[in-house]
């Protein structure tokens, strides 16, 4: 089926947390690169990168107004399909994740945008539940969650210098990834 995705549409991979050396962050790549070989643009949004002062300077009266947070902002704004990768925090997605989810412009970023999401865990849930939550929460603000939900349980044992060595894992990312692209 050819892919409804025109090649000007960026696709934006939010990496959903600030952890330095996140594993999150090498999936993003993961995602990036299986784009790029499709042909198509893709970007990651990092959130080690948001303000070091992000609670206290850029969150309710500051949100727009924080200049390191201007351009996360405009680009979370203007993208039409994202891809989050999300790790288990005890049981659910990171409080990172959703302090940047609200300090974006409500409802613009959200309404009709499409999503796909991803999770990342080193015990057996691989993000079930913190995916099902992020799912409620960005159902709720507008955006279309992709039905094919990827979940990358037991990481530590499945991932070696950056690239996902499990089988069904690499096959259940492509299968996700053409779904995306025509979702
Ligand atoms: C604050 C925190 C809480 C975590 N809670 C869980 C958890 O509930 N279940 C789990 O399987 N792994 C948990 N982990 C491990 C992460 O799932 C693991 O680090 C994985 O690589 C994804 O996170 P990362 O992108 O930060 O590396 C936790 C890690 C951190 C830093």
Partial sequence: MVPTTRMEDKIYIISGTNREEAV?????HIYKNEFKLLGMEAEIIDLRDLPDN???????????THQGMVDMRQKMKEGQKFLFVVPEYNGSFPGVLKAFIDGLKFPETFTNKKCALVGVSSGVQGGALALSHLTDILNYCGTHVLARKVRLAEIGKNMKEGLITNKLYNQLINWQINEFLEF
């Fill in 24 to 28: 999150s962050l090498a999936v993003s």
């Fill in 54 to 64: 992000y609670l206290a300077a850029a969150l309710y009266e500051n949100a727009g």
